[in-house]
């Protein structure tokens, strides 16, 4: 495995801290209520952690790709909505620096470098989930601005975001070779976001639909060039699969943990249900798969920082590998646990609800297996 520098031990070591002292019971009470409490995002913004990759010379963390996913791998070992809520900010984020010129840097960076300014990736529509080709949302010129119409699902810490990348379309006939983004702040007349979805999992992170109705931004709010949108799309989605794959192996990790720890105490037929081999096979399965998802994550996070060419390819290996691990995983848990896991008073069936949408979000499993064979079929 990639080996981790001081620094990223001294961050998994604070995270770890703050997870069991300040998130894990708050985190567990909002799954209950539905709802982001404020103590829970003031926590995020007082440790930095929305401006973790931020350059320093703009008051941020300056950290590496790889003290992300240790931030958000951390964050989903107690909680899958903390690690949703960090790591779409990361999505958004990572639009921003990509397709971001001067001016716009100069503009953003300091708010976002203060830790309370979020950054949102509005891609996916009603009609346009994995054909993210067939965009409808339309931005069309007006003199000095351009007015976007249309609409966006599921999107990912609607109402606590300030800034949303939102990719449009100049012309739906031209598919990818239409798609532009635009910065669309969150007062700008016209833009609305709708009620909370309700969901299976991430259930406290606010997941909207956004309305666009003659929505005005200045050609200033361009994000990159006209038409070029589709390549901030693909070099943000190759960067966070990555971080969805950390996400799934924190959550995999935790359902282990809770596993051993009740198979442990828990007994029947006068003794510990981890000296039945039917149990501790199942244990031991889940730490093989565990250690493979975190061997895999963090190479493939030490690509992410040094560049790697293929990035694409990897990321999608790491996203699908380590999320059908932690389905795998969770699902196991709750076996281990019998009825109990079943209950919501215990923190497996939680675990297995957030783990599916691992398998989902950032382009499903069955995308990136596409993906996956269409660079096997170009290299061998
Ligand atoms: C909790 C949550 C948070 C999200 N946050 C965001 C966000 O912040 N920003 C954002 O833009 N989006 C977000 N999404 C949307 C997410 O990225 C999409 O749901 C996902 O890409 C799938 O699109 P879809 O839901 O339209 O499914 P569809 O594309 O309709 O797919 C339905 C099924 O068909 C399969 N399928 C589709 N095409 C093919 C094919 N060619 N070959 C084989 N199988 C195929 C899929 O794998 C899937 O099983 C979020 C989703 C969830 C659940």
Not at 119 to 128: H, K, M, S, Y
Not at 165 to 178: I, K, Q
Not at 222 to 243: A, C, F, N, P, Y
């Amino acid at each position: 495995m990639a080996t981790f520098s001081k620094t990223h031990e001294m961050i998994q070591k604070m995270l770890r801290e703050l997870c069991r002292d300040k998130i894990a019971e708050l985190a567990a009470e909002a799954d209950k209520t539905k709802e982001y409490p404020p103590e829970l995002h003031n926590i995020f913004i007082e440790s930095g952690l929305f401006a973790l990759r931020i350059p320093e010379e703009y008051d941020g963390g300056g950290m590496d790709f790889t003290s992300s996913c240790i931030v958000v791998e951390e964050l989903a070992r107690v909680d899958g909505t903390c690690a949703n809520t960090v790591a779409h900010h990361q999505a958004g984020l990572c639009s921003f620096m990509k397709g971001a010129g001067k001016a716009q840097r100069h503009t953003y960076l300091p708010k976002i470098g203060k830790g309370d300014y979020l950054v949102g990736f509005a891609l996916t529509e009603p009609n346009a989930g994995s054909d993210a080709f067939s965009l409808q949302t339309l931005a069309s010129p007006d003199g000095d601005h351009y007015i976007i119409n249309g609409s966006k699902c599921f999107i990912s810490n609607s109402g606590l975001t300030d800034l949303y990348v939102v990719f449009t379309t100049v012309d739906p006939e031209l598919r990818r070779d239409g798609i532009t983004a635009f910065l669309v702040e969150k007062d700008t007349t016209g833009f609305k976001i709708g009620k909370p979805e309700k969901k299976m999992g991430f259930r406290a992170s606010p997941t909207c639909e956004l309305t666009f109705d003659n929505v005005r931004v200045p050609k200033e709010n361009l994000l990159g060039q006209i038409g070029k949108g589709w390549q901030l799309v693909h070099q943000s989605l190759t960067e966070t699969r990555v971080m969805i794959a950390a996400m799934a192996l924190g959550i995999a990790q935790g359902a282990m943990e809770v596993a051993v720890s009740y198979a442990k105490k828990r007994e029947q037929f006068g003794k510990s249900i981890i000296s039945f081999q039917g149990v501790s096979f199942m244990l031991a399965d889940m730490a093989i798969q565990v250690e493979m998802a975190r061997s895999l994550v963090y190479e493939i996070a030490a690509k992410v920082d040094q560049g790697d060419k293929n990035l694409h390819y990897y990321a999608s290996i790491a996203k699908c590998a380590a999320s059908d691990i932690a389905m795998k995983v969770t699902t196991d848990a709750v076996q281990v646990l019998g009825g109990y896991g079943y209950m919501a008073d215990y923190p497996v069936e939680k675990m297995m609800r957030d783990a599916k949408a691992t398998q989902i979000i950032e382009g499903t499993n069955q995308i990136q297996r596409m993906q996956i064979a269409r660079h096997l079929s170009k290299i061998y």
